[in-house]
């Protein structure tokens, strides 16, 4: 699922399910459906809207790429100090929809400045705060 | 979460244990003198904490003289900071749940 490289890194998940692309494409650009499965959310299926996604420990600052209706959607996502870009793509198949999702573009230096730096330490332990939180 | 994450957890939960192994990460190798005079709590009870980081692989200790010094292990955060398979088990599950939704949408 994970494929490093020497540049960038990415996380691809893949499922094929019995649903056809144009309703995964409602649950994937419609708010309320969206806040379903992801999280509570301002999305507008525009090339270049911002938006933000809004979980219990923080916010996910987001921007969109590439709206192809019922095929391709891609957004920027920018959390703790790591800028990634999720791209959605869907095919049809004979049973339904092959559903893929890629999360590209973690550089290494910004890993490494995340693993070391005083400013990154800060964000980890805020973040596991976060999480300790949730935990009781 | 994995086990190994339980610990790291477990052992960071602590508030005064959090800012002892804070600050070896922050500023470098510590005695437990040193450590002590700004923990706010007893020589005891930092070396009690040490003990407990070390348990978990957070801190390592190295013995000059009848000093102890010990430092950070960064390395033992690295199940909490591997970002791709952090991110790969988070959009595993929102996969679970997007197939949830689907499955309710048909109804």
Known sequence: MSQPSTE??????EREVPFPPEKI???LT?????????MKNDFKPLVGQAFSLRGDWGSVDCQVLTVEPNRSLAYTWGALGLDS????????????????????GFRQDQEQAYRGASAGWRNFF??????????? | MAGSH?????????????AIFERLCLEGEQTVGALTARAGVSQPAVSKHLGVLKQAGLVRDRHEGRQ???????????????W?????????????DLEDLLRRMDQ
């Not at chain 2, 790969?88 to 929102?94: D, L, M, P, Q, Y």
């Open chain 1, 8 to 13: 960038t890194r990415s996380v691809v998940v």
């Open chain 1, 25 to 27: 494409w409602r649950a």
């Open chain 1, 30 to 38: 419609q708010p309320h459906l969206i806040e379903e499965w992801l």
């Open chain 1, 85 to 104: 870009v999720v791209t959605w793509t869907l095919t049809p198949t004979s049973i339904g929809t092959l559903l893929r999702m890629e999360q590209a």
């Open chain 1, 126 to 136: 805020a973040n596991l705060e976060a999480v300790l939180g949730r935990m009781d």
């Open chain 2, 6 to 18: 339980d610990v790291l957890f477990r052992t960071l939960a602590d508030p005064t244990r959090r």
């Open chain 2, 68 to 82: 102890t010094h010990y430092s950070a292990q960064l390395g033992a955060l690295a199940p909490l900071v591997d």
């Open chain 2, 84 to 96: 791709t398979s952090q991110m790969a088990g988070f959009w595993e599950s929102r996969f679970d």
